[in-house]
């Protein structure tokens, strides 16, 4: 990220440079328009008058030249920063062929698609099923089609839709304990609030709704009727004005996405995102250790283009599971190569405890108890 912000304040100085120098021209310009409108119509000093704008219009022609060529010189960094902060070349980092065989190329698209049917761009995804010759079912584009309804739908703050869903899904949001449907019951009696005095009847006969949630929102719901006290006087001017925060709209659109994609069994955000977003991370780190290792001469280090040669981290966002990476030969474990649990508590890989094994007895490198390998136990995360 920091490779960004380096091309981005580049490239602001270039729009700044860019807006300056077209106020600077249209002040410029303006006033020699006035200038020689101003001038005295005497012919007797006509040679003079029009010598002398002459000579403004060439100077301002000139500077204007001059600083072009400035902003000229500013864009040209910008090409410079993003190739100084950007390796095109990448191929040192990724494995050779990996979408060569048709059964990958197969799963990328289908990837690919299935993030487009996500963000709701059907037409793009349709287009490229046919022309990669991926086959998706009905059953597959019918879900995305239903989350991207509600989505819209509660993008211009229409709740109907999501309401809907929510009634027909109930006890299944129940047993996820989700609070969605109260928090849309909730938007819903809020919307009636903002129509002034002349919903106060419409609220109370809708407050009805919060009946199935008084045990487990009660406060909140004290707090929505209390509201109505001052509906009269507008609630913008009510100590209950924080109901009236438009960020409330983009919170129940993230609670009805976590809580679809749930019953759904899908994941809350694209595999293909997370997996562009971790790239953008790791990409980077990686190539800056191929330039250590070439730098020192020790291209043996890192020979398979699979493995990571150091850990990455990604941030606590995209802990999906736990690993474990053997703290004797730095290696993440494997199911052929699995944690072991010693006698004395310590866990390392089955390879570094094959290599630490001698005479048929094992010295844990961690503290001094002698024992028998065979005696380690694997462990599962």
């Given at each position: 990220m920091e490779q960004c912000a380096c091309v981005e304040r580049e490239l602001e100085k270039?729009?700044?440079?860019?807006?300056?120098y077209g106020h600077q021209s249209e002040e410029r310009l303006d006033d020699l328009l006035r200038?020689?409108?101003?001038?005295?119509?005497?012919?007797?000093?006509?040679?003079?008058?029009?010598?002398?704008?002459?000579?403004?219009?060439?100077?301002?022609?000139?500077?204007?030249?001059s600083r072009h060529k400035d902003i000229h010189g500013s864009v040209s960094k910008v090409g410079k920063a993003i190739d100084r902060n950007f390796d095109a070349e990448v191929s040192a980092v990724v494995a050779e062929n990996v979408w060569d065989s048709p059964e990958r190329q197969k799963y990328l698209s289908e990837t690919i698609v299935e993030h487009l049917y996500r963000q709701g761009m059907l037409s793009v995804a349709e287009d490229l099923s046919q022309e990669s010759g991926v086959v998706i079912d009905m059953s597959m584009k019918q879900p995305f089609l239903e989350l991207n309804r509600i989505l819209e739908a509660l993008r211009t703050q229409d709740l109907r839709p999501a309401l809907e869903w929510a009634v027909t899904n109930r006890q299944r949001l129940l047993d996820l304990n989700s609070t969605l449907e109260f928090k849309l019951h909730r938007l819903y009696f809020i919307s009636l609030l903002n129509g002034g005095i002349g919903k106060q009847?419409?609220?109370?006969q809708y407050a009805r709704h919060f009946q199935p949630f008084a045990s487990q929102h009660q406060r909140d719901i004290q707090?929505?009727?209390?509201?109505?006290?001052y509906l009269r006087h507008g609630i913008e001017n009510s100590p209950y004005r924080?109901?009236?925060?438009t960020d409330q709209w983009a919170e129940i659109c993230n609670i009805?996405?976590?809580?679809?994609?749930?019953?759904?069994?899908?994941?809350?955000?694209?595999?293909?995102?997370?997996s562009f977003a971790s790239g953008c991370m790791a990409l980077p780190v990686l190539m800056n250790i191929k330039q250590v290792?070439?730098?020192?001469?020790?291209?043996?280090?890192?020979?398979?283009?699979?493995?990571?040669?150091?850990e990455i981290e990604l941030?606590?966002?995209?802990?999906?599971?736990?690993?474990?990476?053997?703290?004797?030969?730095?290696?993440?474990?494997?199911?052929?190569?699995?944690?072991?649990?010693?006698?004395?508590?310590?866990?390392?890989?089955?390879?570094a405890l094959n290599k630490l094994t001698n005479a048929g007895k094992l010295k844990c490198p961690y503290c001094p108890m002698e024992q028998n390998p065979s005696d380690a136990k694997q462990i599962f995360f």
């Open positions: 270039v729009l700044h440079r860019f807006v300056t200038n020689v409108c101003v001038q005295d119509a005497d012919l007797s000093v006509l040679h003079q008058t029009m010598a002398q704008c002459c000579k403004e219009i060439k100077e301002t022609v000139q500077m204007l030249a009847q419409e609220a109370l707090i929505l009727m209390g509201s109505l006290v924080s109901l009236l925060e009805f996405t976590r809580d679809a994609c749930s019953l759904l069994g899908l994941s809350v955000e694209s595999p293909l995102s997370v290792i070439e730098q020192r001469q020790c291209s043996g280090v890192w020979t398979h283009k699979d493995e990571l040669p150091i941030g606590k966002k995209c802990w999906y599971h736990s690993v474990f990476a053997c703290p004797i030969l730095r290696q993440q474990t494997s199911e052929s190569n699995p944690p072991m649990k010693l006698i004395c508590g310590h866990v390392i890989s089955r390879d």
